[in-house]
């Protein structure tokens, strides 16, 4: 069974004022879910920012030309990317990185679009649209899988009250 915890100032841990939210129950389908959902996840972003921070100068091609300091944007995206995964791990953090690792999907959005409309062409990724299309599509998946990997939301496996 799951506990509902109601998180206020003054009771200890990350304060998330009006929130209301359940801690999983691991003998539950919908936590196994999430369980394997997050830890893939945080794989997949460990293992992007590694790539971010090894390979950063073959990434400057897809930042947008308005973008300031993109080396340095670059290489704090791949240190963001390794502290979300590292956050989506450790529950004191889970939500807040949830949380993060959303936004940062949504703020990276600008570079996939350059990079798919803008004719750029970067070593070892592909350029037609077989990639681009499924890659700029996802995304908003991203966004909710980072949601639910950390705890933020249930959408869609919450069952109706009625």
């Known amino acids: 069974m799951s506990r509902v915890i109601a998180l206020a100032p003054g009771c200890g841990g990350a304060h998330h004022r009006g929130m209301i939210f359940q801690t999983p129950d691991v003998a539950q389908p919908q936590s196994r879910l ?7 996840l945080a794989l997949i972003y460990a293992l992007v920012g590694l790539a971010h921070l090894r390979g950063a100068h073959g990434f400057l091609a897809i930042m947008p030309a308005w973008v300031p300091w993109p080396l340095e944007v670059i290489l704090v995206t791949g240190i963001c990317e390794i502290l979300g995964a590292i956050g989506l791990l ?5 939500w807040i990185s949830g949380v993060m690792l959303a936004l940062y999907a949504i703020s990276v959005y600008p570079a996939n679009l350059h990079h798919a409309f803008g004719g750029v062409t ?16 996802f995304q908003p998946v991203f966004v909710w ?6 705890g933020v939301i249930d959408w869609p496996f919450k069952r109706s009250a009625t």
């Open 34 to 40: 999430r369980t394997g959902l997050r830890w893939l």
């Open 90 to 94: 450790i529950p004191r953090l889970r």
């Open 122 to 137: 970067v070593g070892g990724l592909p350029s037609s649209w077989w990639y681009h299309g499924p890659r700029l599509a």
């Open 145 to 150: 899988w980072a949601l639910f990997a950390g």
